[in-house]
Structures are given as structure tokens and as C-alpha cells.
């Protein structure tokens, strides 16, 4: 099997549009891997944090990452997994999706070195019978290859209320106003930023998300997944 024949389907966009949310659902509906490049930018910002590399610091950064071990869902469904400095092996899935995590990775995203050093380990992820992968450059530089590329829109009003209410949900005491700041802030980083900007693919298939639940996103991109032929596994 040539890796040519793995089908791809990357889901980008902003923060808070539910990339998450559909490509854990697709990936299961398709029996496909799973790619969330965004947990990548996130536990680097937070082990390079707690190993007190400062966010512009790019060789440290580069040379944390490059010595960095990561385990992917191994525990459980999502878990994120690294050796510390003193070699224990930590689990740090809850730190890793704290907003403050997000933020550090917008900033340490920005660095080019970087985001070249992840390009193989992103790439690895594809696999028979096909990947799922979700973040901001997943169908303009990861996978340009992919065979339908969805970009989730929604506007930043919904988008930030459906993070307030995820967090609140999950218990976390949150202030809208500083969401919405936090949450411009990050997507002006990324959308702005030399290295892979978040944008549109030109083939890209933009589904506006704020009038659609989860479960419609997920059924409008498996009739499109239908449409193409597109193997389940
Ligand atoms: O998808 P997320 O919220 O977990 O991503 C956290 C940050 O990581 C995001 O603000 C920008 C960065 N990121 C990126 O630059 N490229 C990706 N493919 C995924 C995430």
C-alpha cells in the first residue's frame, strides 16, 4: 500500500468552531485515525514552561521539542503522556486544555523552526485506513494531499459561547468578557502569524457552523465523506 492511498480529511479552523468535537466523532464514525495537532502545540508550551524555557526563546523551545517523548491516548481515549525531567512518565491531559495552555501555544506556534520540527511527527499519524487530523494548517501545509479538506467557521460571538459553556460544564469558573479577549487575542496570533497562518485552504470546503448542533456538522461532512467514495473502515 502506497502512503499516497491514505485517505485524509483535515477539519481546521478557529478556536471554539468545534474542530475537536467533529473530528473525534468522524474519526470514530470512520474507523480512522486520529490527529488533534493542536494537543502538540499545547504540550509543548506547557512542558517547555515548567522547565523554564521562555516562550521566545526558539532554540530552547526547538531543542525541548526535539528531546521531547509524547504518548497519545495510550492511558486512555485522549490522554496526553510525557517524561518529565526527572525521567517519570506524567500524565498532563487536564493541564494541557486549560485556556492558558492555549495561549501558550499560540505564542510558541509562531516559531517557524518549530512547527518544521513537527511536521514529521504530525505526518506519522497517517495510517491505514485513513486519518482525521484537526488543527489550523492541517489541509494548506500537514496534508495539502487530503482528500476533502473542511474549514469550520462560526462567528467569534458563538464561538465564545460555546467555550464558556464547555468550561463551565467541565466546572471551571470563567469570565465571558475575558474569553472573548482571550480568544481574539489568540485568533489574531494565529491568523496573522508568518509561519503557516490559520487561513483557508483554496480547496477547502468552509462550513458555517453557528445555526448547526455537533451532531448536524458531523452528519453534513459524512454525507460529503459518502458522496466521495471515501472508504470506512
Ligand atoms: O486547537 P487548539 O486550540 O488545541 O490549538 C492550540 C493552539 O495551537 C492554537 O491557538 C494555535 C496552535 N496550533 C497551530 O498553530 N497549528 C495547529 N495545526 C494546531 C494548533
Redo the contacts with the bound molecule.
Sequence with gaps: MNINDIPVITIDGP?GTG?GTLAKSLSKALGWFLLD???L??VIGYTAQIAGIRFYDIPGICQHTEKLKMYFGEKEEGSVEVIDLSGQRIDITSEIRLEET?LL??KI?VIPELRRILLGRQRAFKKMPGLVAD????GTVVFPEATLKVFLAASAWTRSERRYKQLINKGVNVNIDQLIHQQED?DRR?RDRKASPLMEAQDAWIVQTDTLTADQVLELVLKRVNELGLETG
Design positions: 478556536s474542530k495537532s493542536g494537543a502545540y499545547r492555549g501555544a499560540s506556534a488543527g489550523r494548517d492541517m489568540r494565529d
